[in-house]
Structure formats: C-alpha cells, structure tokens
C-alpha cells in the first residue's frame, strides 16, 4: 500500500513537471522560468524569447520547454537562425492627415475641417514585452473657433455681481474677437437644491425668499437662460431680465449646475471646439453626501435632467462627486474657469488640483474685473497642452515624453504636458505602448489618446501577437507525434486531451507502470535517469539546471556541458564546448581543457626565431634547452656575458688585426662575416634590422671602436665594424699647472680676509661690551670719614647782630 502511495505521488510530480507546474520554481531568464510548451507561450515570455521549430532540435533526454530560449542561446545550442520563431510587433499609420496651417485672415474653416494632432489612427501589432513607439504632434491653431458658457450663482449675496454681467455679452464678443473670429457665448443660473434645510420650504419663501422689501426670484436649483449663440445684444437682453434669489445655508448648489451643462450638450450647444465654463460665486459647494442632509440618497446619474431649460431631478439625486465631475468634465473636453471672490479663493485652489484643465481667478466683489479674468485664465488654460488616455487594456502600460520648446524635455506624469505654448507652437511626445500577455479574449482593442480640453483625438487599435506564424501550419494528428495522438505544430508535437510525453508517446494511465522505470536505468542500475532527470513513459526527461545555460542531456541523462575540465577558473579554458564531460577543443588548441595553444606565435622572439634558437615552443610557452637561459622567449642569461663583450675581442682582431686574440684569430674567430664601413653612423640601424645590437668596446689601446652584431633567420651571424675609432687626447699641461697656482692664491685671498673679517667682528663686540659697562658704572657720594674742610667758623660771643 506503502508503495503505491510513493508511486501515486511520483506519478502527479511527473504530470506536473509536464504541465509546467513546477516552472516557478526554476531560476534562469524569463525565457526557460516560463517552461513553455507551445510557441505561443513562448513569445507571451517575453521579447527576447524565441522557439526553434527545428524537428531535430532537442537532444535525448531535454524537455520539450527546451526549445524556447533567447535567440542568441538558441543559437549557440545549434538552432539555425531560420528555424527560429521571433515575431517582432510593428506600428501602422492608417491616418495621418497634417496639422492646419491656419490664419486668421486666411478665410473661415469648419471646426472638423482643422486638424491640430497628427497622426489621427494608428494600428499597433504588440508582441509580449516589446514596447511600440510612434510620435503625436500637437500645433495649436490660430483662430480656432471658442464656446463660452457663464455659469452665475444668482443667491442674494451676488446681486451687485448681476449689474456688472448683464452688459457681458457685447463686450466679452468684442475682447474674444481679437483671438478668434469664431465666438459663441451662453448664460445660465444657479442657487441650491429646492428642499429642506438648503431653502425654506414655506409658501411665501418659495415666492420670495428674500426679506418683504426685496424683490426676488423663488429658488430653483439650475437653469439654462441662454444656449451658446453669437448674438451678444441677445446675451444681455436675457441676462438684464434676470433676478436674484435665496437660500438658507453658505454652500450653493453649483456642482448639480456644473454636471448638467457638461452632459446636456445638445441643450447647451456645444460644438467640437473649444469649450469653456466659467463658474462664478462667492461662496463654497456642496458635493455627494450633503444631499443626506435633505432626504437625499441616490448618487448622482450623470445624466441630462434639463425640461423646458430647468433641472428637475435636484430633488431625487444626490450632489456629484468631485471625481464623478471631472470624469464628464473631461469626457466632453470642456475647460473650466472659477471665478471666485478672495474668501473662497484656498477652497477653489485645492479644487482645481482635482480638475485637470482648469483654472481660477480672482473676482472682484462686484465682478467688474470677470472680462480681464476671462481672457487671462483662458490664456493660461490654451498654452497647456496636457495628453490622456483611455482606460487602458489588462496587461498594456504606456509612457510619455514630452519635448516643449526651446528643447524642454519630459518623462513620467510630466512628458504628458507642454507648457507656455503659443498660438502656431509645435510640440512632439513620443509614446511607448507595452503589453504583458495577451488579453483572455486574444482579440484586439481600442484605446484613445486626447488633448485634454480639446475634441480632437488619436484612436490606437491594439493587435495582439499571441501565436506565431507556424501555429497555422500545424498538422491535427500528425503521424509524428505517436500515431496521430497530437498536432504537429512549429517543430513540437501539442498533445492531445489524455496524451502526454514529448511525443504523445504515453496515456496518463500508462505513467503508472512500473516497468517503464527499467528503460531509465544506465547498464541496469539503480539511478533513474542518473539521478539527473525523471522517468516519464519509459523515457528520461533530463532536468532544468539554474543557470539556462548549463544543460543535461542524453539517453539517460548521463551527459552535462558543465563538468568539463578547466583553466583559467573557464571551462575547457574557454576555447572549447563541454560535450558529455568532455572537452571539443577549438582550432589550434589541445589538451583536457584545451589549456595547450598549438599557436608559436606568442613563442616568437625579437629576432623572428622561436625562442631564440635556445629552446621549444609547448603549448604556447618556451621550454628553454638550457637551464641558464631564461624568460618568455628564453632571451635572459643572468650568468652570461653580454652579446657585446662577448665577441669583443674578435671582432678586435679581426677588425683591427690587435687584441687578446691577435695570435689566434684565425682559428678562433672565423664565425661570423664581418663588413667595414668608415664612420659609426654609416652602421645599420635598429628599423633596418630589429635584430641587431649595437655595440661600443675599448681596444688594446684605449680607444673606442663601435660594431653591430646580428643573428639572420638561416643562423648566420653578420657583424659591421667602424674603421674610425675614438681615442682620448693626452692632457694640456699649461691650462693645468695655471689653474693650480691661480687657485693656491685665490684660496690664500679668501683665507686671508676671512681673518680680517673675524678681527674687525671681534673687536666691534669688545668695545661694545666696554660702552655697556661705562654706562653702568655707578659712584657713591657719601662723606669721607676722614675727611677735614680747611674753613674753621669761630662765633663771637658779644655779636648782637647790629
């Protein structure tokens, strides 16, 4: 029972393995992590994967996920380059009409009939990881046609401001003509929703909320006074007509105003143009939730609730949401511009960051400034050119860079934009669309990319490669794959339902049978599949190593291309392949791990000799014969006289017939051909022949005689020999005996005042050292003990002083 189990368990491992359960377990790239079965799962990887469909690729023992790998692996594995499945995506344009080089005096064009982004449809063929890049113009026309609608909180608090906008009409057309000569502008209104606490509910408040000397509207939540149109006179009769109404509380219902004029276009009169909304109030908002507040729970629908130009539901559905507005905000390219009072400016700030395109100005507290405000937030708003998209398929990513002018360039959330565009501006984002997969469904999708505020759009048809070409040629229950028991498809067989194996060679009830292990054992041994693969239908599937270039293969799985002999720390000493633990060494090369180069260049000397005629060239290095030689190329003796004084005496005999070696030249020194020639300079030089050494030695006589010694490639040595020597000159004896005595008196001179010098110093300090002493010398004035005056003073006794 105990045994069964064991096999039972190895069985699902083994099934496993196959359906490439296991793969997340397995290391290496991205490529073989996959254990791909098929092509198309192949090339889903990742870009760099590829699967060779050559029949005959895998060896004995490797698994059928062996066949995807990069391309450079496969190539180095043997699959020619032909065999290898690697679709590439692409993109197409399908419309590419140019940007409108518009001006104003150049005649009228239709709003459709001016183009600002360029392309407009693009097709792209997405392979799994391989991102497509294309290019979006954007030029910003000149004269393109403006909607304008003033959106007004008509509560009591904006009174004043009602004054200043009834004359808007004629004078906005007047100021707006000067950037486009196609203007349309239209009104409407709001105050709050018409229930409890937002407004009083009791009769006479309904009829005037205001107090009983005021003259006002009842409240309504929004109403839509003028549609878009040129006549601005209309515009300010409309709007003069208008009256001021109340409410209870501070925040006004301007959000249920904002959703409607966004969603009713057909009301309102939009064209595809550009669109502005100017909200004006002083006061804050509510937004979903408040509506609680009055009994109100469903959330806003996002649907147009105009009849007979008023909104009827205010008092069924809830507030929108901030994102619920900025969604069809921006779904209908409409730009808003808040023209708010200084108390509630912070708030409207803070909002703005929520809605893209968007922009607030400062209102003065009767709104006289709302024509300046106008144009300079429409300004700021038309000189940025902001991209978005569509909601993007499951698995497709995209990125932006911007370049703006003056060579500005942008990536992440900031290449979406361009700032400080003018009217004529041109500015390029290049875009990178991805795909990881492909999509459940493997068909294509659509994605759009805008201008936010702005009609105009680029639609991108998304094909996804999800199958490679040979997947059409495949062969239902081909003879190849065991009997018609799959399809023979890019080189593999896909087994059918029940069938597993690298052929479809087994049932998955066949696995259960014991005897088919006996096929996996080498020699009848007890390793399965040499403890490197598993047994699956009698056959050895080899395993996965970490690194996907290390591979086992063969019948049993006997054979690795890693456990080779090396060198260097480099398998076959990385001029070789690991074939079954045996080195194939390259061309030149030989030895276990090929470590043992048949080249002799590196044994060639600078005499052209292989090591120098004094050894053998093995395996790319000198063995030199004689142990005194030395070095790469045998070419140091440090126990040898130098080439030199070596042949110094020879060549002196011979030369000069004097020497050491005059007696026995003849014998002794007959082996090598000597040449004369007159002067030193006229011997050979080293780029004549790099092989010569240049020699100075001194003769019998003291003199100096130069001479070249050179060894040709035959062995023979050939020396040139100077006949013009350099021999010492005697010494002027004149000059010398001069010298000696000019330098006897002059050194009798120096001596002399030397010690004149020491005098004069010496008496100098004596006498100072007498005027010191002088100086301090100090004598005592006391009286003498001894000493008598010679004056005697006698006092007459009778001397009365008359």
């Known amino acids: 029972m105990a045994q069964q189990s064991c096999m039972d368990l190895r069985v699902f491992l083994l099934i496993s393995l196959l359906l490439g359960l296991s793969s997340a377990q397995q290391d290496g790239n991205e490529c073989t992590k996959a254990s791909a079965q098929s092509c198309g799962e192949c090339i889903q990887a990742g870009e760099k994967c590829g699967w060779c469909t050559d029949v005959n690729f895998l060896k004995q023992g490797e698994q059928k996920s062996t066949r995807c790998d990069e391309v450079e692996s ?169 009256q001021i109404s109340g409410n209870l509380d501070s925040p006004e219902g301007g959000f249920d105003a904002i959703m409607q004029v966004a969603v009713c276009a057909n009301q309102i009169g939009w064209r595809n143009v550009t669109r502005l909304l100017v909200f004006s109030t002083d006061a804050g908002f509510h937004f979903a939730g408040d509506g609680k507040l009055g009994g109100i729970v469903l959330p806003n629908d996002g649907k147009c609730h105009l009849q007979n130009n008023m909104y009827t539901m205010s008092h069924y559905y809830d507030y929108p ?67 978005e998209n569509s909601r993007l398929p499951e698995g497709v990513s995209i990125s932006y860079v911007s370049h703006c002018k003056n060579g500005v360039s942008e990536k992440g959330e900031n290449g979406r934009k361009c700032s400080n565009i003018s009217i004529g501006d041109e500015v390029t984002f290049e875009l990178a669309i991805t795909a990881k997969g492909c999509p459940s469904n493997g068909k294509s999708e659509i994605i759009k990319i805008k201008p936010l505020g702005f009609t105009e759009e680029v639609e991108i048809i998304l094909n996804f490669i999800c199958e490679c070409k040979c997947h059409v040629d495949g062969i239902p229950n081909s003879p190849e794959c ?100 045996k080195c194939t060494c390259d061309a030149n090369y030989t030895g276990s791990a090929c470590d043992c180069s048949l080249d002799t260049l590196t044994c060639l000397a600078s005499n052209k000799q292989i090591c120098n005629g004094r050894g053998t060239c093995e395996c790319g290095v000198c063995k030199c014969t004689d142990s005194k030689f030395q070095g790469t190329t045998c070419e140091i003796c440090p126990t040898c006289p130098g080439v030199c004084p070596e042949h110094k005496d020879c060549v002196e005999c011979r030369a000069f017939n004097t020497g050491d070696k005059k007696d026995t030249c003849e014998k002794e020194c007959r082996y090598f051909s000597l040449n004369m020639v007159k002067k030193k300079e006229d011997l050979p030089q080293p780029n004549d022949k790099p092989y010569i050494n240049h020699c100075k030695e001194r003769d019998a006589n003291d003199c100096w005689f130069f001479f070249t010694y050179a060894t040709r490639n035959d062995s023979t040595v050939e020396v040139h020999v100077a006949e013009e020597l350099e021999c010492p000159s005697g010494p002027d004896i004149i000059p010398i005996v001069a010298g000696v005595v000019a330098g006897i008196v002059l050194i009798g001179l120096a001596l002399l005042l030397i010690w004149k010098l020491l005098m004069v110093i010496h008496d100098r300090r004596e006498f100072a050292k007498f005027e010191k002493e002088k100086m301090n010398a100090k004598w005592d004035t006391g009286e003498n003990p001894i000493y008598k005056s010679a004056v005697t003073t006698v006092v007459n006794p009778k001397y009365e002083g008359k």
């Open 74 to 242: 496969l190539l180095k594995k043997g699959c020619k380059e032909a065999s290898i499945e690697n679709p590439r995506g692409n993109v197409e344009t399908l419309k590419n009409q140019s940007v409108t080089n518009r001006k104003k005096e150049g005649g009228s064009l239709k709003p459709d009939q001016i183009t600002q982004i360029q392309p407009q449809k693009l097709s792209l063929n997405l392979r799994s990881g391989e991102a497509q890049k294309f290019a979006l113009k954007f030029k910003r026309a000149e004269d393109y046609p403006i909607d304008l609608y003033y959106l007004m909180d008509l509560s009591y608090s904006m009174k004043d401001d009602l004054e200043n906008v009834k004359n808007l009409g004629t004078h906005l057309m007047t100021e707006m003509q000067k950037i486009t000569s196609d203007f349309r502008i239209g009104f409407g209104s709001f105050v709050e929703k018409t229930v409890m606490p937002y407004i009083s509910t009791t009769p006479a408040k309904l009829l005037n909320p205001c107090t009983s000397d005021q003259n006002c509207t009842s409240p309504f939540s929004y109403k839509n006074v003028l549609s878009l149109t040129a006549d601005g006179s209309r515009f300010n009769d409309l709007v003069s007509r208008q």
């Open 321 to 387: 949401s901030i994102a619920h507005l900025v969604q069809k905000l921006s779904e209908n390219n409409i730009q808003t511009i808040f023209a708010i009072t200084e108390e509630f400016q912070p708030v409207y700030q803070q909002l703005k960051e929520l809605i893209p395109k968007s922009a607030v100005g400062t209102l003065s507290s009767d709104s006289s400034n709302v024509i300046k405000l106008i144009i300079d937030a429409y300004n700021s708003l038309s000189s940025e050119v902001i991209l």
């Open 482 to 581: 065991h009997f018609g028991n799959g399809t023979l498809e890019c080189g593999a067989c896909r087994c059918n339902e029940g069938r597993i194996g690298r052929v479809c060679e087994c049932s998955k009830d066949e696995v259960r049978t014991e005897d088919l292990d006996a096929n996996c054992r080498i020699d009848n041994g007890t390793d399965i599949c040499s403890n490197n693969g598993d047994c699956v239908c009698g056959t050895c599937e080899c395993k996965k190593r970490d690194n996907p270039e290390e591979r086992y293969s063969g019948k049993f799985c006997e054979c690795d291309n890693f456990n080779c002999d090396r060198s260097n720390n480099k398998l076959c000493g990385g001029h070789g392949r690991c074939e079954c633990r």
